[in-house]
């Protein structure tokens, strides 16, 4: 069986159909090509697969693509505005927040997140590492992303 | 994943419908589990019924005495609601300690409770604060929920709406999570709420239950060393590769001390 949906996807509309059982990442990244969001565990531990839904960081491998009818989905795509990077992925850069750059994608996806839920709040450093307990990177300790949050929750709460 | 037919409910009764015509139908609320075990072929539902267009499944109605948290309300929204934060602020912390920011974004109390995993937060919520549980057909009390390891009173096709919590004078949770899922290795919830105390226990049986034996040294003195030497038989309690029941036996009062702990700081 297939399911037919509308959804909004990095500002655009998209009308498509999947089966019923197709996941949200795999119609991101087979169907449309949006290779950015990642599949590491497919077990909803890594965060690698994380998008916003509806501006909500959500794991889109445990999510199906019928689940996301008539929502408002951001990829790592859909970041970047008119050539110009989202504070968060500037500051992963400047902090050398990646070496392989797998998980890099849910990283910004979900870093951006913990800023936004704590709009206008100083951002301390346990609160970040706790608060990407749902991200997994191999590399590197996590160190530089850490303090690429932070830096980027400072430009982000100017903004 | 095997193939099943996709539909999205947009009342109880519609969810009820669809399920009636079903052959082997299920509910899904966030699908924070029932997609991982779709996802290994271990569930071979012929339909999945949704249950997030259902929009008097999802709200928080806090009273002078009772907190209510429709199904559908997703843990995140529970953790930062402050009206819960302010009557039950250990439920709030339990719902803010569930999987991760992602995963409180979906998952929900009802999805949770109708699975009856046993590691999973909130039964611990519902046993130790004494929680009811509501259906489209029933109240069910917290002691008559839980039946076994991912077994619920619940019948075939009936469907929880809400679960409401007395609020107590005093409550605690503390749990010790598995360093990589963050489910429960062993959570409990201690609350006390006149003369009526309550240990609720996640994570260390095949289902939540509660240790009588403690209530009764709590409700003689509500604190941490009332229970510090009681500890309970590990013969019945699971035992994995993260954990032997020794273990868990052990980490039920170490858990039970410091919920009391929290509860009366």
Redesign the interface.
Known sequence: ?T?KFTMTINGKEVQGES???T?LVQYLREHLGLTGTHVGC????C?CC?VH?DG????SC???T??A?GKNITTIEGLAKDGELHPMQAAFRENHALQCGFCTPGMVM?SI??VD?HKGETLDEKTVRH?L???ICRCTGYHNIVKAVLSASEVMNKG | MYEFNYSKASSVDEAKTLHGKSEDPKFMSGGMTLLPTLKQRLAQPSDVIDLAGIGELVGIDVTADTVTIKAMTPHAVVAANPDIQKAIPALAKLAGGIGDPMVRNRGTIGGSLANSDPAADYPAAVMGLNGTIHTDKREIAADDFFEGLFETALEEGEMITSVSFPIPDKAGYMKFPNPASRYCIVGVMVSQKGSDVRVGVTGAGGCAFRVPEMETALAANFAPEAVAEISIPDGDLNSDIHASSEYRAHLVTVMAKRAVAEATA
């Open positions: 069986m399911v089966e019923d059982r996941l497919d077990t909803t531990q965060g994380t839904v909500l960081p959500m794991k445990t999510m199906l019928a689940q009818d979900s997140g913990i839920r608060e307990e749902g991200n």
